[in-house]
């Protein structure tokens, strides 16, 4: 009689242990898939901010075009063969940062005062356009979705 009494508990204590790590693991299983769906929902988020963005700069590019018209400001004459395009523009604060590229289709992060080819000086990053300098000429560029032709030798 006593063997059997025994069995039973084991047996029952072995039912317990298994239920209750079969909840635990299907508690970790929740968790993780919860863990997931949040950093899937983050990464939306994220997504959805950088694309209002994109949109915002193009509708400050196209304002800023229609202002340049406005004031008789041309600036198709940038030699595009000769000027980077910009590509993107980040940073806050007056901590701005631009990525320009080149005719050869070369990316350059650069900042207020760097220095790009054919002399020319970062002068100013604004949200909208960088603006560079050599001597007393200024030249302004504005986004671009492809680089500038390559330079005909």
Not at 27 to 34: G, L, M, V
Request: aromatic letters at 4%; hydrophobic letters at 40%.
């Amino acid at each position: 009689m006593f063997a059997p009494k025994m069995f039973a508990r084991q047996t029952l204590i072995l039912l317990l242990m298994a239920a209750c790590s079969g909840t635990s693991l299907t508690a970790n299983a929740q968790q993780s898939t919860a863990e997931q769906l949040q950093r899937i929902n983050e990464s939306i988020a994220i997504l959805s901010a950088q694309r209002q963005e994109i949109e915002l700069r193009a509708q400050i590019a196209s304002k800023q075009y229609e202002i340049d018209r406005a004031n008789h400001v041309d600036v198709t004459n940038v030699d595009r063969s000769r000027h980077p395009v910009v590509r993107s523009i980040e940073g806050a604060d007056g901590k701005m940062a631009a990525t320009l590229i080149f005719g050869s289709g070369i990316q350059q992060i650069v900042r207020r005062g760097d220095h790009i080819p054919g002399g020319w000086i970062v002068s100013r990053i604004g949200i909208d356009a960088v603006q560079i300098s050599r001597g007393k000429e200024r030249v302004r560029l504005a986004y671009g979705y492809e680089p500038p032709p390559p330079a005909s030798t």
